[in-house]
Structure formats: structure tokens, C-alpha cells
């Protein structure tokens, strides 16, 4: 699969593209032509990350949230230290 990488990540498509006609206003289009020009990538692309970010694809969307909650483990300390081995009596206790 081809892959892009922007500032926003990188970006896989599959290799059979669909050829679609989109109807834009004058000043869309300048929009798009300018983010083009400026990320040095066709109109095209700069189209599909943008419905890539407007409509997420499933699998996409919960790997994100995988990575997110994966990002976040760890990241508070209890105050106990021991969460890890005595999970269930600090979730069980007094203390929630």
C-alpha cells in the first residue's frame, strides 16, 4: 500500500483509486490549491486527508484510541505502588 507521510502522519491508500467529480466554489478551490502548493503534494491528496479526518475509517479510529489509552497507562502515579500487583484490593478499598 502507497503511503504518504504529512505533518498530520503518515497516510496509507490503497493502490485502486476511484475517480470522482466534486463540485467546489472558487474560493474552496483556491483553499486547496494553496495547501497544496504549500505541503508540496497534488490536490488530490490533500482531499483524501481531509476526508480521512472528517470521516474516520473504524479500524483507524480504534487503533487511534488503542494508542491514546496505551499513551495514558502509566502516566499518574497511585500514591501506592503497588497498583500493578494489588490491583484488585486498591480498586475494591476505601480509597475510590
Known amino acids: 500500500m502507497p503511503c504518504v507521510t504529512s505533518s498530520s502522519g503518515a497516510h496509507c491508500y490503497h493502490v485502486i483509486m476511484i ?13 486547496l490549491r494553496r495547501e497544496a502548493r504549500r505541503r508540496g503534494i497534488s490536490l488530490a491528496a490533500v482531499v483524501r486527508e481531509a476526508v480521512d479526518r472528517s470521516v474516520p475509517d473504524d479500524v483507524a479510529a480504534r487503533v487511534d484510541r488503542l494508542a491514546r489509552a496505551l499513551r495514558a497507562a502509566g502516566s499518574v502515579a497511585s500514591g501506592t505502588g503497588d497498583v500493578a ?5 486498591v480498586l475494591s478499598g476505601d480509597r475510590w
Open 19 to 31: 475517480r470522482t467529480q466534486v463540485s467546489l466554489t472558487e474560493e474552496q478551490m483556491a483553499r
Open 85 to 89: 500487583t494489588a490491583h484488585d484490593d
